[in-house]
């Protein structure tokens, strides 16, 4: 579940309410009336939701599968120490190429983006699978990072210009749904290859997976799409001068922010004094182009947009932070088996299709600010409770329990952010202001996963249980945090 450009331009680009005194940006709009009572499954959708949903399936399938072959994969390959760099090596190179994926949809649609992203994915998890050292798995990762940014931006924008509004609660519901049986089945089986087969055959089983079902439905998809999905945005005519520049200056920002954040993972692990050089270069490349790059007000959480794009970064950051360790320290602390640790996080999956149902329910659409804020509380409350497990004579259920109400927020969260963010999104912007979304959920990634590496690492890694609730407990903070800024979801009126 990890998964993450620019909303607004730089310079002198208009940027849709960013501030307090902005009104509400208009909203995206999707094709004309649909049929009475044709849904995201009827006839006129059917195969371009099948579509997505299967690109879905590829990151679910391989969140679940991965994330519970990762101890195992860490241990033989000696790269304990290295542990967080194998999910912020992934976020960090995400960064970028959401960015990219942005400028890519907004100016010739998200097909082509989608296709690579694809490709680049299953080429990571290759890479990974047949890595003989820690530093080269890492590089796997983080190529599949490349292709979870370019994949994920797209989705949104065909979400956004393919369905009329009152479908899009529903498709963002059916891509929760497509966690289930991953979460479901993905541990038990992941857990079974690596004990039985070895971890490498995991991340390499997972592009086959998905293979067919992907290849058979992306041709659907391009043909449901057709002039809706796959085009310009701002129509098809010369690219203005202006826009060309911006465009071309949020890219080189989005390498400048991803050294950034690679630099200062670097130098947190290291711990050395030598470190500061690396830290300062990363700081000081990160800072200015996030600035730059997300809306005005995002750090000050800003009525309306700019608290839409923070909450998804505290939102993701403190949840999947969180997760990262909840199997190693089962594994390590509980002495569970890699198939039984990562059992206990099947649940979220389930509960996360179930919280992203609910919010989906017409008669809760005028309720989705509050929905969001309950949610983040219920993740708070669920990262607290995993931590529990650290207790001598605590039950070893109890992170599955946790994660289960976690997962539940969650749902409602995620999916409601998404949709706010499309209804703050003029059509030509929706490439831009979802690779924010992204670029948001990626940095809060980054920044958590690698701060809760340096604090685990200093700590003694996996031989102390104050390790792992230095790491957890802070988590829950920063949702709460996040349930906090809930609050600011909605535009100024007037």
Excluded at 7 to 20: D, F, K, L, W
């Amino acid at each position: 579940m990890t998964v993450p450009d620019r909303t607004t331009g730089t310079g002198s680009a208009p940027r849709p309410a960013t501030g307090p005194d902005s009104g509400p940006a208009r909203p995206a709009t999707g094709p004309g009336p649909l049929p009475d009572g044709e849904g995201a499954f009827g006839r006129t959708y059917r195969a371009l939701t099948l579509g997505i949903v299967s690109c879905v399936l590829l990151v679910a399938f391989e969140a679940t599968a991965v994330n519970t072959a990762m101890p195992a994969a860490a241990r033989d390959l000696d790269g304990l120490a290295l542990y967080a760099y194998a999910f912020s090596g992934f976020f960090t190179t995400s960064l970028f190429s959401m960015i990219v994926s942005g400028r890519w949809c907004d100016r010739r649609g998200p097909l082509a983006p989608l296709f690579a992203g694809i490709g680049l994915f299953a080429g990571g998890l290759v890479v990974s699978g047949t890595a003989p050292d820690m530093w080269l798995f890492v590089l796997g990762r983080a190529v599949q990072g490349l292709g979870g940014g370019l994949l994920i931006v797209a989705l949104y924008v065909v979400v956004g210009r393919a369905y009329p509004e009152r479908l899009r609660p529903a498709v963002m519901a059916s891509f929760s749904a497509a966690w289930v049986v991953p979460s479901i089945v993905g541990p038990l089986v992941s857990g079974t290859v690596t004990e039985q087969l070895g971890w490498r055959w995991v991340f390499l089983a997972v592009p086959v997976l998905v293979a067919l079902p992907v290849a058979v439905m992306l041709p659907a998809l391009r043909r449901i799409a057709g002039r809706d999905v796959d085009g310009p945005a701002s129509g098809t005519g010369p690219e203005p001068d202006g826009d060309r520049r911006d465009g071309r200056r949020r890219i080189r920002l989005g390498a400048a922010a991803a050294l950034g954040a690679a630099l200062l993972q670097y130098a947190g692990q290291d711990l050395r004094w030598s470190a500061l050089l690396p830290a300062a270069v990363g700081a000081a490349l990160l800072v200015p182009s996030i600035l730059r790059l997300l809306p005005a007000g995002t750090f000050r959480a800003a009525r309306g947009l700019p608290s839409v794009i923070l909450l998804r970064g505290l939102a993701a950051g403190a949840f999947f932070s969180a997760e990262s360790f909840v199997p190693l320290m089962l594994v390590t602390q509980r002495g569970l088996t890699v198939t039984q640790a990562g059992l206990s996080l099947a649940t979220g999956g389930v509960s996360w299709a179930l919280g992203s149902y609910l919010q989906s329910r017409p008669a809760l659409q005028q309720h989705r600010h509050r929905l969001v804020r309950a949610g983040m509380v219920l993740v708070a409350v669920s990262i607290a409770g995993a931590a529990a497990v650290l207790v001598p004579g605590a039950p070893v259920w109890i992170p599955a329990l946790a994660w289960c109400v976690g997962g539940f927020g969650m749902g409602m969260t995620i999916s409601s952010v998404g949709v706010l963010l499309l209804q703050l999104s003029p059509p030509a912007e929706a490439g831009s202001n979802s690779a924010s979304l992204q670029v948001s959920d990626a940095l809060g990634n980054v920044g958590l996963v690698a701060a809760c590496g340096v604090v685990f690492a200093a700590l003694g890694a996996d031989r102390s249980p104050v390790a792992f609730a230095a790491v957890l407990l802070p988590m829950a903070v920063v949702a709460l945090l996040a349930a906090a800024v809930a609050g600011r979801l909605r535009p100024r009126q007037g």
